[in-house]
């Protein structure tokens, strides 16, 4: 089993910045993807950010240029840097992994991001 911690969430202005952390810790020998989801009230979760082990990143198109993940594959940890935030990033932010591709993903228990305008 996997466990994933996230920290980092809060409260910010518009234009503001977060970052946000992700620790995977249990029964790890490698990890394929890491990467962070979204879901606002009334909305389906959405795919933000990933990288893969490799490095290869993804970004949803309506946070390009505004955020950053990162990862390090020594300490299983993922980040993601949220800057110039806007009112509809407000959402609760979950840290998913997936240890092999066509495997189960792994979630954390999410971490609330709330931008005030």
């Known amino acids: 089993q996997v466990q994933l911690v996230e920290s980092g969430g809060g409260l910010v202005q518009s234009g503001g910045s977060l970052r946000l952390s992700c620790v995977a810790s249990?029964?790890?020998?490698?990890?394929?993807?890491m990467g962070w989801f979204r879901q606002a009230p009334g909305k389906q979760r959405e795919l933000v950010a990933s990288?893969?082990?490799?490095?290869?990143?993804y970004y949803a198109d309506s946070v390009k240029d505004r955020f950053s993940i990162s990862r390090d594959n020594a300490k299983n940890t993922v980040n993601l840097q949220l800057n110039s935030l806007k009112s509809e990033d407000t959402a609760v932010y979950y840290c998913?992994?997936?240890?092999?591709?066509?495997?189960?993903?792994?979630w954390g228990q999410g971490t609330q991001v709330t931008v005030s305008s």
């Open positions: 998913n992994v997936k240890l092999r591709p066509f495997e189960p993903d792994f």
């Open positions: 990288i893969t082990s490799g490095g290869i990143t």
């Open positions: 249990g029964s790890i020998f490698t990890i394929y993807k």
